[in-house]
């Protein structure tokens, strides 16, 4: 059996991505030890500090449609979303715009920010926002929400990156179109793609002379395309 030791001489002939690609599963390791060691029974949403509020379904979709500002549902649970940055914005539009460009003409489409999405997942009823997915099912969209997308992706912010790490990350798993889940920091070149036939193993693309791959839709992205605009103000 390896020691401490042996473990940290190996990991010194690692490359930095590869190095990267180990603390990113590491740190969701570490979480989900820490889920399971206290018991929590449902991970809270970092929204915003106040408390949620309680509604039913029917309600919940009546006070959004009046609502100037975004919410999300969780089992009755409904929290109100911070407002995105604007190199949050940038980077959804250059996704929805490469998407967009790569699909036309297929069944496949690309929504973002104010688009819904729609979970039902055994006993579970939940809404969310995505940063960006791409739905090719034209018949699980309605006037409101879109279902069972193929690639969802959030872009991480300090208020909401545990959720999306994890609550989010648990919930998409569950929902079997969904075949590529991928986070996107917004200070720092670095992309973690989650895919289901890889047994949603953080990959990770890190740099501006790197490209990113979206499998579910067939698509490589330059990261200096993604991230154009955002850090180099």
């Not at 949050?88 to 688009?115: D, T």
Request: net charge negative; aromatic share 8%.
């Amino acid at each position: 059996m390896s020691t401490i030791s042996d473990l940290k001489q190996s990991l010194l002939s690692l490359s930095a991505a590869e190095l990267d690609s180990i603390a990113d599963w590491l740190e969701t390791v570490v979480e989900e030890s820490r889920y399971r060691t206290f018991h929590v029974g449902e991970a809270q949403p970092e929204y915003q500090s106040e408390e949620p509020l309680f509604m039913s379904w029917d309600e919940y979709l009546a006070f959004e449609e009046q609502s100037p500002h975004r919410h999300e549902y969780v089992n009755g649970a409904v929290y109100a979303m911070s407002g995105a940055s604007l190199a949050h914005n940038r980077i959804a539009q250059k996704l929805v715009i490469a998407f967009g460009a790569h699909l036309q003409g297929s069944r496949c489409e690309p929504f973002f920010l104010e688009a819904k999405l729609e979970i039902r997942a055994g006993s579970d009823r939940i809404m969310y926002y995505p940063d960006v997915m791409v739905s090719c099912r034209p018949e699980d969209r309605t006037d409101q929400s879109v279902r069972n997308p193929k690639l969802v992706v959030e872009i991480l912010s300090k208020s909401t990156r545990h959720i999306d790490r994890r609550e989010k990350a648990m919930t998409y798993q569950r929902v079997e179109a969904i075949e590529e889940y991928v986070l996107i920091e917004q200070t720092q070149p670095r992309i973690i793609a989650h895919r289901r036939a890889e047994g949603w193993r953080p990959m990770l693309t890190s740099g501006m002379d790197a490209q990113v791959v979206f499998r579910s839709i067939g698509l490589q992205l330059p990261l200096a395309r993604v991230y154009e605009g955002t850090l180099t103000d």
